[in-house]
């Protein structure tokens, strides 16, 4: 009993974090942008705000895309001066399922996210194009 107990422990700490490995954090320790490391917390997570008319951005990235690399001073930059904005980064190597969610199919991949609702979509690393798409969506 006390080792199937052991187990469901460590099933529940893999799914909601209680332990460090899993955890969701600010990116880079910067706050702005959280990156989420399990699919559990993700989904506890989206469906806290689909009944908030926050906009929410969604940097879906990769550890071994260039492009993906040079987007994430432009994308902290942008979370420091959107205060009102969330944004969140999903690595689709760890989150495949969550990627597969919203059809990513190219890094990176921001999707612009409220009331639970795509409501816009940027392919590639298009500063500026982000930039308006989140000044457009945040009001």
Known sequence: MGA???YMGSILSYLFGAS??????????????TAFHSSARWQLHFN???NTTQLMVIDFAASWCGPCKAMEPAVHAMAAKFTDVEFAK???DELPDVAQEFGVQA???FV??????EVDRIVGAKKEELQRKIEKHRR
Not at 112 to 117: Q, S
Request: proline content about 6%; glycine content about 12%; charged content about 20%.
């Open 112 to 117: 612009l996210v409220k009331k639970g609702n």
């Open 90 to 92: 999903i690595d689709v």
């Open 107 to 109: 890094m990176p991949t």
């Open 4 to 6: 199937v107990l052991s």
């Open 20 to 33: 460090t490995a899993g955890e969701d954090s600010a990116v880079d320790g910067q706050p702005g942008v």
């Open 48 to 50: 806290s705000i689909k």
